[in-house]
T-cell receptor, first 115, second 112 residues
Framework: AQSVSQHNHHVILSEAASLELGCNYSYGGTVNLFWYVQYPGQHLQLLLKYFSGDPLVKGIKGFEAEFIKSKFSFNLRKPSVQWSDTAEYFCAVNAPYNQGGKLIFGQGTELSVKP | DGGITQSPKYLFRKEGQNVTLSCEQNLNHDAMYWYRQDPGQGLRLIYYSQIVNDFQKGDIAEGYSVSREKKESFPLTVTSAQKNPTAFYLC???????????FGPGTRLTVL
C-alpha cells in the first residue's frame, strides 16, 4: 500500500531562518505530489503541486518543492520564514493510474515561527 | 462565490446518535471526498465519490455512510457504530479523481 512519511512532527524556527520539510512516499509508479497548508483556524489550502515537467516547483508565498524521483522525495523549502508561516503542513501523494487516484496524506508537520 | 461549504462548523451529539454532516460544492466538480483529521495522524480518507450515484469506501469507512444523489452534494453520516467519532471532518472536491483536491472549512464533531 502507498504511504507518505513526513520526517518532522514539529519544527520551531526563528523568523528569517531557512525551512526544509521532508516528505517521502512509497510508490514506484507515476505520482502526483502536493503540499497543503493549514493556518490556525483556516481550512486546508494548496501550497504547490507537481504533476510533470520541471521537478522544481514554485508555489505561493515563496515556497518551493523539489521532486527527486530516485529518492521518492518531495521536500518543501522556503529560504526565509516569517511569523505568518506558522501553520501545519501536509504532504500528499496520489497515483493517478492506481487505486482511482486516492490522495494519501502524511502525518503533518507543525511549524512554529518565533518573531 | 465558488467553493466548498460545510455545515455546521461545530457539532455536538450524544453518544449513540447518528449525525449527518453537510458538504456542498458549486465548482461543478465530479469527484468529492470525506476525510477525517486527528492530531498527529494527518488526513485519512473515509469515502469518495467520482460520479453521481456512485461512491467507494476509503481507508476508514467503518461506522460511516454517504450518499451522492446530486453532483453538488455529498453528505456524510456518522453512525452510532463509529467507535471514536469525535474528530475534525473535512470535505474536498476535484474536477476529476486525479486532479487537485480543494477543501472545505471542516466540521468539528464532538460526541459527548
Amino acid at each position: 500500500a502507498q504511504s507518505v512519511s513526513q520526517h518532522n512532527h514539529h519544527v520551531i524556527l526563528s523568523e528569517a531562518a531557512s525551512l526544509e520539510l521532508g516528505c517521502n512516499y512509497s510508490y514506484g509508479g507515476t505520482v502526483n505530489l502536493f503540499w497543503y497548508v493549514q493556518y490556525p483556524g483556516q481550512h486546508l489550502q494548496l501550497l504547490l503541486k507537481y504533476f510533470s515537467g520541471d521537478p522544481l516547483v514554485k508555489g505561493i508565498k515563496g515556497f518551493e518543492a523539489e521532486f527527486i524521483k530516485s529518492k521518492f522525495s518531495f521536500n518543501l523549502r522556503k529560504p526565509s520564514v516569517q511569523w505568518s508561516d506558522t501553520a501545519e503542513y501536509f504532504c500528499a501523494v496520489n497515483a493517478p493510474y492506481n487505486q482511482g487516484g486516492k490522495l494519501i496524506f502524511g502525518q503533518g508537520t507543525e511549524l512554529s515561527v518565533k518573531p | 462565490d465558488g467553493g466548498i461549504t460545510q455545515s455546521p462548523k461545530y457539532l455536538f451529539r450524544k453518544e449513540g446518535q447518528n449525525v449527518t454532516l453537510s458538504c456542498e460544492q458549486n465548482l461543478n466538480h465530479d469527484a468529492m471526498y470525506w476525510y477525517r483529521q486527528d492530531p498527529g495522524q494527518g488526513l485519512r480518507l473515509i469515502y469518495y465519490s467520482q460520479i453521481v450515484n456512485d461512491f467507494q469506501k476509503g481507508d476508514i469507512a467503518e461506522g460511516y455512510s454517504v450518499s451522492r444523489e446530486k453532483k453538488e452534494s455529498f453528505p456524510l453520516t456518522v453512525t452510532s457504530a463509529q467507535k471514536n467519532p469525535t474528530a475534525f471532518y473535512l470535505c474536498a472536491s476535484s474536477a476529476l479523481a486525479t486532479d487537485t483536491q480543494y477543501f472545505g472549512p471542516g466540521t468539528r464533531l464532538t460526541v459527548l
